[in-house]
């Protein structure tokens, strides 16, 4: 059984390939992500956008253009589909009439890890692994870990000791290995190097091909939902960024098959935390990468990481894209999930919240105008953050 259009993995720098029927992780000359490609001129010929569309809910609806081969590993816990909802009183509290946002809070575990996780453990086991791990700041783990649990691989997750309880109890309860470590994400990846050496598969951010993939698909549904046309601007709030080059890659690849209506690009907005802002000093320096940042700090646990393994992808993203890379304060965070929740009744995450804390500054710049579509990316539940 062989739905998928996958033909190849390429270094996102240096262009070389490598089989997507053998274990891969990232480059091994350049140190760079792997990124996945179709053959989406078949695609264009054979696939029909709303068979696709009427297809049973959910992120596997998208096949074809997913990287596993047999679908018999394809694991599910129901990911996928989430509402884009209009957001009349927040948009006219704020001066955005056209204001919309994606709710990922929807999803298994309760963020939008679960995308990024269902493909790529699906992926690990049509390869033959057994045992995966994962330095995290929090989600990511807990969806690891419960996508593990279904497909009945062994797992390690490694997470800073402050991480929100919710994350370390829902990764413990799913029967992964939980290893708390002193620090930051960047700590927990170093304290994971031993077990990458002993035979454990790394599906941290950007470090192996296929969460990308996973991530992506909240493009095509962003694209779908929006009458096959992108938004004018979306707002994303970005820690690693993989969903913001997922989205981009998704309008890419919808482009290349002929399914947009409008092939305008949308503008993509990266928030990230005052105390943790790598993506916003290499953008206004106009540079290809990111330094580390040093004494990460910020109440979004998801955006404290210092440098994220795919940077160089996501600053692309931006400036192909127009776009824009800022920073809000962790008390403009808090006062914006409140408004959220009292204005719409949409309890977001922190780090969703920082794209509703950024929209103040993006109308004073006049980096978006009134008449515009514009969509915020609430990628996970206020409700995993509680003491």
């Not at 995308?115 to 929090?138: D, M, N």
Request: hydrophobic share 40%.
């Amino acid at each position: 059984m062989n739905p998928s259009l996958l033909t190849h993995l390429a270094c996102s720098e240096c262009g070389q390939s490598f089989s997507p029927h053998e274990i891969q992780r990232f480059c091994p000359q350049c140190s760079a992500p792997l990124v996945a490609h179709y053959d989406l001129e078949a695609g264009r010929r054979h696939l029909d956008r709303e068979q696709i569309a009427h297809r049973s809910r959910g992120l596997w609806r998208w096949r074809e253009l997913l990287p596993v081969f047999d679908l018999r590993w394809a694991f599910t816990l129901g990911e996928g589909d989430t509402p884009t909802l209009a957001l009349p009183r927040l948009g006219e509290y704020m001066g955005f009439p056209h204001l919309y946002l994606k709710d990922e809070a929807i999803n298994p575990t309760g963020t939008f890890k679960a995308r990024g996780q269902a493909v790529a453990l699906s992926k690990v086991r049509e390869l033959g692994l057994q045992k995966v791990l994962v330095p995290t700041a929090g989600n990511a783990g807990g969806a690891m870990a419960a996508y593990a649990a279904r497909a009945g691989l062994k797992a390690c997750v490694l997470m800073p000791s402050d991480t929100p309880r919710a994350n370390v109890e829902e990764a413990r309860i799913t029967g992964a290995e939980v290893i708390l470590v002193t620090g930051l994400i960047s700590d927990a990846a170093r304290e994971a190097a031993a077990r990458i050496e002993q035979g454990w598969y790394d599906i941290s951010t950007f470090k192996e091909p296929y969460r990308l993939e996973g991530k992506k698909t909240m493009g095509y549904e962003i694209a779908q939902s929006f009458g096959w046309r992108f938004p004018d601007v979306i707002i994303y709030p970005a820690g690693g960024g993989i969903g913001l080059v997922g989205i981009w890659k998704a309008y890419l690849e919808l482009r290349t098959l002929g399914w947009l209506e409008k092939a305008t690009p949308p503008r993509l907005v990266a928030v990230q935390a005052q105390g943790c802002a790598p993506f916003v000093r290499a953008f206004r320096a106009h540079a290809d990468h990111c330094e580390f940042w040093e004494g990460a700090q910020t109440m979004a646990s998801g955006l404290r990481v210092p440098k994220s393994f795919g940077d160089r992808l996501v600053l692309r993203a931006l400036y192909d894209s127009q776009g824009l890379a800022i920073a809000v304060s962790d008390t403009e965070i808090r006062d914006a999930q409140r408004k959220l929740a009292s204005l719409e009744g949409i309890f977001a995450s922190p780090e969703g919240a920082a794209t509703v804390a950024a929209l103040p500054y993006l109308r004073q710049s006049g980096f978006v105008h009134p008449e515009e579509q514009v969509l915020l990316l609430n990628t996970g539940s206020g409700l995993k953050y509680l003491p």
